[in-house]
C-alpha cells in the first residue's frame, strides 16, 4: 500500500536572492493507493499531477510530507534501504521517445537493470537475465525474437510505450507510475495500452497511479478505483471514479468535465456547459481564499476571503458552494 500524507514541493526560481521567489508545486496532497488499487490524478498542464508522481518515484525530494510503502517511509531509512523501496515503485515515462537510449537495442535496455538484481542475487543462472527479458516483452503483448535486437527507431509508437512498460517491470514493481503513459502515442493505439495496463494491473495485483488530462482515459484505467483533481498543487475534488464523473462538485471538475467532447445528439444538455474564461496562471496563487475563485464563473465574496477545506469522507471536495450540474450528465453518457 501506498500512503501519502500532507505531501508538499516548493521550487525556488533563479536569480538574485532579492529577486528569487518560490513556486509552489504540490501543496498539500494526501492519497492512499491499497494494493492491487488505482488512483488517477486529472488535472491541467502545471497543476502539479507529475511533481507527485515524480516524488513517488523518487526522482523528486518533497519540501515536507509523508510516502509509505507498506507502511515504511521511504525517506526516513538508509539509502540502501531506500533504494530497495523505490525499486518496487517504477515510473512510465510519458514520451517513449526519450526513454529509450537511441544509441542502443531494446536488449540493453530491458537487461541493465536485471544485470543488477542477479548481481545482487549472487546465484542466478546466467541465463536468467534472457529468460525474464523474454517474459516481460510476452507479457506486454510484443515478441522478444522481433523487437529483442531492434534499436527503438525501429519501432512504432505504441511498440516503444510497451517497451518502456516491459522495463519498468522487470524489477518486478508493486506500484507503477503511469506518468501520460498514452498522450505521446497515435490515437489508434491508446486503447491497447491503455488495456495492457489495466490488465497488468488485475494480472499482477500492481497497484498504479495514473497521471493524465484525459478524463476519459482516467474512467477506462481507473474502474473501480478513484480519482483526485488537482488545482494548483492541491486536491480539490476526490472519491470513486464513477462517482466523480457523474456527479461532479466542484466547479474545476465541472470544467474538466465539459471539456470533454460530446457525441452528437448530446448537445442538448450544452447550455450546461462552460469553458474557463482565463488561463491557469500558478505564479498568481493567492495565500488567502480559494487558489480556484480567480477563474471560477460561481465566485462568490467568500471564497476571495476564505479557503475551503477539503471535507473529510469516501466522497470529498473543497468548495464553499457546491453544486452538481447536468453537465455531469453529458460526460457520464
Same mark, same amino acid.
Given at each position: ?48 499531477? @507529475?511533481?507527485?508522481?515524480?516524488? &513517488?518515484?523518487?526522482? %523528486?525530494?518533497? =519540501?515536507?510530507?509523508? !510516502?509509505? #510503502? ?99 517491470? @522487470?524489477?518486478?514493481?508493486?506500484? &507503477?507510475?503511469?506518468? %501520460?503513459?498514452? =498522450?505521446?502515442?497515435? !490515437?489508434? #493505439? ?35 478505483g478513484q480519482i483526485s483533481v488537482i488545482?494548483?498543487g492541491l486536491i480539490v475534488e476526490q ?26 445528439g448530446l448537445e442538448r444538455m450544452g ?63
Open positions: 500500500m501506498i500512503e501519502v500524507e500532507h505531501l508538499r514541493k516548493v521550487y525556488s526560481t533563479k536569480g538574485s536572492l532579492l529577486n528569487r521567489s518560490q513556486v509552489h508545486a504540490v501543496r498539500d496532497v494526501s492519497f492512499r493507493i491499497p494494493e492491487g488499487g488505482a488512483i488517477s490524478f486529472i488535472g491541467e498542464s502545471g497543476c502539479g499531477k @507529475t511533481t507527485v508522481g515524480r516524488i &513517488l518515484a523518487g526522482l %523528486e525530494t518533497p =519540501s515536507a510530507g509523508i !510516502v509509505r #510503502l507498506d507502511g515504511v517511509n521511504i525517506h526516513q531509512v538508509a539509502a540502501r534501504e531506500r533504494r530497495n523501496l523505490l525499486r518496487k515503485i517504477q515510473l512510465i515515462h510519458q514520451d517513449p521517445y526519450q526513454a529509450l537510449n537511441p544509441a542502443y537495442p531494446i536488449e540493453q535496455a530491458l537487461s541493465a537493470p536485471l544485470r543488477i538484481m542477479a548481481k545482487q542475487k549472487g546465484d542466478t543462472p546466467r541465463t536468467w537475465i534472457r529468460d525474464r527479458m523474454e517474459e516481460v516483452l510476452t507479457m506486454v503483448g510484443l515478441d522478444p525474437a522481433s523487437v529483442l535486437y531492434k534499436y527503438p527507431h525501429m519501432l512504432s509508437g505504441g511498440q516503444r510505450q510497451r517497451i518502456v512498460i516491459a522495463r519498468a517491470l @522487470t524489477v518486478e514493481p508493486t506500484v &507503477l507510475v503511469a506518468d %501520460e503513459a498514452v =498522450s505521446m502515442i497515435d !490515437v489508434s #493505439l491508446r486503447l491497447g495500452v491503455l488495456r495492457l495496463l489495466r490488465d497488468l494491473r488485475e494480472k499482477l495485483n500492481i497497484s498504479l497511479l495514473f497521471i493524465t488530462h484525459d478524463v476519459a482515459a482516467a474512467r477506462y484505467l481507473g474502474s473501480g488545482y494548483k472519491g470513486p471514479t464513477e462517482g466523480i464523473i457523474s456527479r461532479p462538485q466542484h466547479p474545476y471538475t465541472q470544467a474538466l468535465l465539459s471539456a470533454v467532447p460530446v457525441l452528437k447550455a450546461d456547459r462552460f469553458i474557463l474564461a482565463k488561463e491557469m496562471n500558478a505564479q498568481s496563487a493567492a495565500e488567502t481564499g480559494c487558489l480556484f475563485a480567480d477563474r471560477c464563473p460561481f465566485a462568490q465574496e467568500r471564497c476571495f476571503s476564505e479557503a475551503p477545506t477539503l471535507i473529510d469522507g469516501d466522497y470529498q471536495y473543497a468548495c464553499h458552494f457546491p453544486e452538481v450540474r447536468q453537465v455531469a450528465a453529458v460526460a457520464a453518457e
